[in-house]
């Protein structure tokens, strides 16, 4: 078993978590371990190859410790970390996003993707290697207005990322994040309603990319921001404020 059949995908009761999950299940030999924040509700559907740990808040150290638990018990070899937790954004002016939400920002993409990896890189490099891949944004890139406290969290998750890939690589580890354009999914959609949908993201197409990282081919691809986007001839005829507009 090699990292891209047994991995481990944080916040699946997302709706991007969520297809994360059920689609990477599908290939063949695949296990997965998921963590959800809140409590699992009946309406929560996964394979029978994905195991659910809920309740588990990753800005808690002790919740990381028992996912690491949960995988050194299923995983008997390396494993691949998919990194998909976080507040969703929204598009707010710096000065009506307070310190507390900007802590809780933060606190809800940065320290969680910290505290699981110090749980889980002594694992990995006891086993000498896995992929560990984090979702970032293409507003790192493009410095949006309006998203200050998320930009600010997803540019420190991928200094992370970057930091670690090359801490760890002597070990086999690889660090690499994806920065993403928006997704088509329902709670963006309704987040701006006057999107460029042509260049909204749909999740499924995101996963041979993840399947290709946590392959042994990506050996060589360590350390990147990898920038996923699709062309739209609408992107550059529009503003960006009235692409946001909600009126």
């Avoid at 690499?176 to 959609?189: D, E, P, R």
């Avoid at 006057?194 to 050996?219: A, M, N, R, T």
């Amino acid at each position: 078993m090699s990292e891209s059949q047994h991995i481990i995908i944080t916040g699946i009761s997302s709706e991007l978590g969520g297809i994360l999950a059920r689609e990477l299940a599908q290939g063949r030999g695949v296990q997965i371990i998921g963590t959800m924040r809140r409590a699992k509700k009946s309406t929560d559907k996964f394979p029978r190859n994905v195991q659910v740990i809920d309740g588990c808040d990753l800005t808690k150290p002790e919740c990381c410790q028992v996912l690491a638990d949960a995988a050194k018990m299923r995983f008997r070899t390396r494993f691949g970390f998919v990194h998909s937790v976080g507040n969703f954004w929204h598009h707010v002016p710096f000065l009506q996003c307070g310190p507390e939400a900007a802590s809780q920002m933060l606190a809800s993409h940065v320290t969680t993707l910290y505290n699981t990896l110090q749980a889980l890189v002594p694992m990995m490099r006891a086993r000498k290697g896995g992929s560990c891949i984090a979702l970032s944004c293409n507003s790192v890139r493009y410095n949006y207005p309006w998203m200050a406290s998320f930009t600010a969290s997803k540019s420190a998750v991928d200094s992370l990322i970057r930091s670690l890939s090359n801490e760890y690589s002597g070990d086999g580890l690889r660090f690499n994040s994806l920065g993403l354009a928006s997704l088509k999914t329902h709670k963006v959609h309704d987040s701006k309603p006057h999107g460029d949908f042509c260049h909204f993201i749909p999740p499924k197409d995101i996963i041979p990319v993840i399947q290709f990282l946590l392959s042994k081919e990506s050996y060589l691809v360590n350390g990147n921001t990898i920038s996923l986007f699709r062309h739209s001839d609408q992107f550059y005829r529009t503003g960006y404020f009235d692409r946001i507009a909600h009126e």
